[in-house]
């Protein structure tokens, strides 16, 4: 309950990032707890991320910076624990996109249009980089449910953007013993999809940015879902 209390502190403002949290026998006084149990709110806190304890004399806990680590973390180890595949991540991701895509257009269209032209030059400047280019590319859907316009959903974009991540790379990884020049013709076919998306959606063309999408997902799938064999979410994240 204290841990609860303070942690809604947190969220509403009331503690910001870099706050420090009042001393011990302060929140004894404040709260009527004993001293075990202030120590144990707070090392709930800080497995939560929200607060950071240092020690010596200018120790003590310092509120942290909102940050989404935590949510990834997270949903990856759910993910692991319920033997996700990285094709159901792909499928998931296929169903959510497109709709997100069309919000984007008809909500946002020159803020996210601009958004993902900007990451769109990043993608180009990877080159034959597969670390960087995965990372790239795994960014740009992220930045796609980000700039939607629904709140969920571009938590649902962090949430699995380690998992996504990882998947590219690995497909990448993969695919390293079919023709090289196929994939990387594959890759700039890719990029330039992601650019006809940020055309739609600066055209403000919902229905056309969601049925592109669609169409992006189906044909990208055969080559990232089909790279990974059976792999699982457990076979990607440390």
């Keep these: 309950m204290l841990a609860s209390r303070i942690r809604k502190r947190i969220i509403n403002g009331e503690l910001k990032a870099g706050d420090k949290l009042p001393p011990e026998a302060n929140l004894i006084t404040e709260f009527e707890v004993s001293r075990p149990t202030i120590r144990e709110a707070i090392r709930i806190l800080e497995s939560e991320g929200l607060i950071s304890v240092s020690r010596g004399a200018r120790g003590g806990a310092r509120v942290n ?27 998931a991701r296929a169903l959510i996109e497109p709709p ?3 919000l984007a257009a008809e909500r946002r269209s020159k803020q996210a249009s601009a958004a993902l032209r900007a990451h769109i030059a990043v993608e180009w400047a990877a080159g034959e980089d597969d670390v960087l280019r995965a990372k790239a ?54 990029l330039r999809s992601h650019e006809k998306l940020a055309d739609l959606i600066e055209q403000g063309d919902g229905p ?22 059976k792999a699982t979410v457990l076979d990607v994240l440390e």
């Design 65 to 91: 910076a909102a940050s989404t680590e935590l949510v990834t973390r997270a949903a990856g180890l759910a993910l692991q624990a319920r033997n996700a595949t990285l094709k159901d991540i792909y499928e």
């Design 100 to 102: 997100a895509a069309r």
């Design 208 to 229: 056309g940015a969601e049925a592109h999408w669609v169409d992006h997902m189906a044909k990208a799938g055969s080559f990232w879902v089909g790279a990974v064999g």
């Design 137 to 190: 590319v795994a960014e740009f859907h992220r930045i796609l449910l980000e700039e939607c316009g629904n709140v969920a959903l571009g938590m649902v974009g962090t949430a699995l953007q380690a998992v996504v991540e990882q998947h590219m790379e690995l497909a990448y990884r993969r695919d390293r013993s079919r023709q090289r020049q196929n994939t990387l013709k594959l890759i700039q076919v890719g």
